[in-house]
């Protein structure tokens, strides 16, 4: 069956570093991948997405990179701020199917 | 992007009780997704609804959940008799032109 994984439940970072997420998958091969934010109490929101053909996105102090043979994404923020707080999960999905969400990481940015 | 709007924002019922939640879906907008949340855990899929009929379902969407759309605007989601686990999150969302989804505010289930 599908599984994501994503690298740690819980990560702490010194303020203005940068934040390396990782989401891996197996028995899957999705066309896109999906970044989210979530807050305590929250739905997710969308921060980028990804597709099976593209390496690398950027938005802002984000960055996304989606590598098909290791089945592997990961998630960078760069000059990391307190605000940055939050979980963030990684989702998987195909055209036409449902989205499969990882477990996510909780984030700590510390001042 | 405007988000969807859920209500009740919390709903706490007794085990074996029947419970609505609702959603006000973004007009132009044909896709529709409930997703739950256990406390602690991952967002799960539920059940997809295109154009007014279930495009797909998950394990956890039994025969005691149902959707809806009874007049056509509002979005339902229907749990016959909860049981305890029911108790999560429940989300209702729709989905932009890259299939990103829009989460709304989310309704807070507690089955005592």
């Known amino acids: 069956s599908q599984k994501i994984e994503q690298n740690s439940e819980a990560l702490n970072i010194q303020e203005g570093k940068t934040a390396t997420l990782t989401c891996n998958y197996t028995?899957?091969?999705?066309?896109?991948l999906q970044w989210y934010r979530q807050d305590p109490g929250r739905g997710p929101v969308f921060l980028l997405l990804?597709?099976?053909?593209?390496k690398e996105k950027r938005k802002e102090r984000l960055k996304v990179t989606f590598d098909t043979t290791l089945k592997q994404s990961l998630f960078h923020i760069t000059a990391s701020q307190p605000a940055d707080s939050a979980t963030y999960l990684c989702?998987?999905?195909?055209?036409?199917?449902?989205?499969?969400f990882g477990p996510g990481t909780r984030l700590s940015v510390l001042p | 992007e405007p988000e969807v709007t859920q209500t009740p924002s919390h709903q706490v019922t007794q085990m074996g009780q029947e419970v609505i939640l609702r959603c006000v879906p973004i007009?132009?907008?044909?896709?529709f997704y409930w997703y739950r949340q256990i406390l602690g855990q991952k967002v799960e899929f539920l059940v997809s609804?295109?154009?007014?009929?279930?495009?797909?379902k998950s394990e956890i969407f039994d025969d005691q959940f149902s959707v809806e759309r009874p007049d056509g605007s509002n979005f339902t989601l229907k749990i016959r008799s909860t049981k305890l686990e029911d108790s999560a999150m429940y989300f209702c969302?729709?989905?932009?032109?890259?299939?990103?989804?829009?989460f709304g505010p989310g309704t807070r289930l507690t089955v005592t």
């Open positions: 989702a998987l999905g195909d055209y036409g199917q449902n989205f499969v």
């Open positions: 028995n899957y091969s999705p066309a896109y």
């Open positions: 990804i597709r099976e053909n593209e």
């Open positions: 007009s132009n907008h044909l896709y």
């Open positions: 609804f295109y154009n007014n009929e279930i495009s797909e």
């Open positions: 969302t729709h989905s932009g032109r890259g299939n990103e989804q829009y």
